[in-house]
């Protein structure tokens, strides 16, 4: 299952919603993402938090179309976003493409950054995307293939202590079952020398951020994996 997911940050675009909607997605809106969906010309299948960010008549026209709305009490531990990844996963999503992830607040931007993270996504492809930027993070024992122009940035960045065992290729940089350490800049600003890349980790967390193309045209992700 494929699920594309729009959270509550910055408005995308309209070329971002065409360039990764795929006919067949499910649509999945954690509450004020709904606004982005319906600009957007897509009707959610689901729509799932609080709904404080919802007015009632945008509700009553979602349901009439079939829309079906999971909610939760305003006053609970998780984000709407959290609480949207979570049930994506329980639906057994292997790709979720996240759009309207951060932008506005940046508490809130680093924190459905870290959602990425959730121990309940390993081993899925997630990605988040924003202003022509894609990010992934991988979890220890996983690899990941991408496929890109060559010049387009990569940057590789711990998470919550030592990324163990980094092997890179395709890249200008190469990690041949290197340490990152939290804390230290060093994964920042690799660059693809070829149009595909390989990351393996061995142990930890590793977010992955790609850069828009340089010429940013669109790219083939076809050849983009996660196992």
Known sequence: MRLLLFANGAAPT???VERWHRP???IVAADGGTRHAIAAGLIPHHVI????????????RLEAAGTRFHPYPPEKDETDLELALAWAAAQGAETIVILGM??????????NLLLLAMPVLRGRRVIAVADGWS????HGGERCHLHARPGTTLSLLPLGGAAQGVRTEGLRYPLHGETLHFGTARGVSNQFVAEEALVT???GLLWLFQAPPP??????????TLR
């Open 14 to 16: 309209q070329a971002t």
């Open 24 to 26: 067949g997605d499910l």
């Open 49 to 60: 938090g609080d709904l404080d960010s919802l007015p009632p008549q945008v509700r009553a």
């Open 102 to 111: 951060w932008g506005g607040r940046p508490d809130q931007s680093v924190a």
């Open 135 to 138: 990010v992934r993070c991988l």
């Open 201 to 203: 980790l061995e142990r």
């Open 215 to 224: 010429d940013e045209a669109p790219l083939d992700r076809r050849k983009e």
